[in-house]
T-cell receptor, first 115, second 108 residues
């Protein structure tokens, strides 16, 4: 399977703990996006990378959230000092640069539950 | 403020009963409008990108159209396997804003 993969698929953590999620994009894609989705809502944009450069961050992304994409390959999203309001599905997507730049391919998501 | 609104929130159709989903938007500097399909527990699946008013795209039973203020996703003769949540999103700059989706149920 050459689609976008995310790990872990599910994560349960206690309030105040740190968590890290991983996203492996489609290999030839150089753009990578992170979104958060809560039940009954559409995905909410968090941040965007082109290669290893983080080019855009949502104003909603608090300083407890940090994302990296070393070497322009996989990406990690870390949440420090988790809060119950962080419970959500975290989605990663990737795309090409070029004519198909806006065709984002999403992974299956990581469901975070903060207790 | 950039905003995307989808209607209706939920739609139940009999198999073969055609209908349309609406996505209205207010954004500064639209750089594209997108339609996705999302099945429960899965990530969204890309359907269409539209860039300019008057543009139309088709795929099987789906047809997307775009005006300066809204987009429609027309579903012709739907089948039960078309049941899903349909999401609309807009791009402004390098940010993407999604609507809350229309949950479509097609009854055999």
């Amino acid at each position: 399977d050459t689609g976008v993969s995310q790990n872990p698929r599910h994560k349960i953590t206690k309030r105040g703990q740190n968590v890290t999620f991983r996203c492996d994009p489609i290999s030839e894609h150089n753009r990578l996006y992170w979104y958060r989705q809560t039940l009954g809502q559409g995905p909410e944009f968090l941040t965007y990378f082109q290669n290893e450069a983080q080019l855009e961050k949502s104003r909603l992304l608090s300083d407890r959230f940090s994302a990296e994409r070393p070497k322009g390959s996989f990406s990690t999203l870390e949440i420090q000092r988790t809060e119950q309001g962080d419970s959500a599905m975290y989605l990663c997507a990737s795309s090409f640069t070029g004519p198909l730049v806006d065709e984002q391919y999403f992974g299956p998501g990581t469901r975070l539950t903060v207790t | 403020e950039d905003q995307v609104t989808q209607s209706p929130e939920a739609l139940r159709l009999q198999e073969g009963e055609s209908s349309s989903l609406n996505c209205s938007y207010t954004v500064s500097g639209l750089r594209g409008l997108f339609w996705y399909r999302q099945d429960p527990g899965k990530g969204p699946e890309f359907l269409f990108t539209l860039y300019s008013a008057g543009e139309e795209k088709e795929k099987e039973r789906l047809k997307a159209t775009l005006t300066k203020k809204e987009s429609f996703l027309h579903i012709t003769a739907p089948k039960p396997e078309d049941s899903a949540t349909y999401l609309c999103a807009v791009r402004t700059g390098n940010q993407f804003y999604f609507g809350t989706g229309t949950s479509l149920t097609v009854i055999p």
